[in-house]
């Protein structure tokens, strides 16, 4: 599992770690837009912990106490175009369980 060593918080906390390594478990087992996938890098250095004590999702109506997120890159295992994705694991957490999880295409902000 690829994963960030570096010395932020966020990248030790148990619950990154989960989530992480819950979207590379579930990229590595079902792949992604009918694609497999070969190297998974996620980012737990630059995660986010958010207090969220609210419905997880639209998709997903589940009350969450916590939502981590975390960005993650797939590289896929053919040829074919594009050859990687960036992701970001969002996992929802409530007394220290996994209630919920998706994987959502992530969002990469415009330069000025």
């Known amino acids: 599992m690829g994963t960030a060593c570096a010395q932020t918080p966020e990248a ?3 619950q990154v770690a989960r989530c992480a390594a819950t979207a590379t478990q579930a990229l590595t087992e079902s792949g992604r837009d009918g694609r497999k996938v070969g190297i998974i890098a996620a980012d737990r250095a630059n995660a986010s912990i958010d207090r969220w004590e609210a419905s997880f999702s639209k998709a997903n109506p589940r009350q969450v106490a916590t939502l981590i997120t975390v960005p993650v890159m797939a590289n896929f295992a053919d040829d074919a175009a594009p050859p ?9 957490f409530t007394d220290d369980q996994l209630l919920a999880f998706e994987l959502v295409p992530r969002a990469i902000p415009l330069r000025p």
């Open 84 to 92: 990687r994705v960036l992701l970001e694991a969002r996992c929802g």
């Open 12 to 14: 030790s906390n148990p």
